[in-house]
């Protein structure tokens, strides 16, 4: 069945570094769109950073332009979210998805959490 695990998520101080990783089985990685989204407490989810089929292209959030990189290794089954610079606000539970388009989604990870905070 399909399934994407989220994981690299934890506690960092503002400034600071994380990866997360996203990896999938039960479907061929380079046929899809892998989408990162994010999610606060009362708030909907919103779109992060999306890599196209193949990582033809990718893109971001005004919020994260400059700070997040996305990729893939389709050999690894795994789509990874680079963050730098972290700030507060980017505190939320991170999931991968299959898709970009949050309304198109039918599988998505359990999250991970990132939480920057001092």
């Avoid at 503002?14 to 994010?38: E, K, M, N, Q, V």
């Avoid at 898709?99 to 905070?117: E, I, L």
Wanted: aromatic share 10%; proline share 3%.
């Amino acid at each position: 069945q399909v399934q994407l695990v989220e994981s690299g998520g934890g506690l960092v101080q503002p400034g600071g570094s994380l990866r997360l990783s996203c990896t999938a089985s039960g479907f061929t990685l380079d046929y899809y769109a892998i989408g990162w989204f994010r999610q606060v407490p009362g708030k909907e989810r919103e779109g992060v950073s999306c890599s196209s089929s193949r990582g033809g292209s990718t893109s971001y959030a005004d919020s994260v332009k400059g700070r997040f990189t996305i990729s893939r290794d389709d050999a690894k089954h795994t789509v990874y979210l680079q963050m730098n610079s972290l700030k507060p606000e980017d505190t939320a539970v991170y999931y991968c998805a299959r898709d970009c388009v949050a309304s198109r989604v039918n599988y998505w990870g359990q999250g991970t959490q990132v939480t920057v905070s001092s």
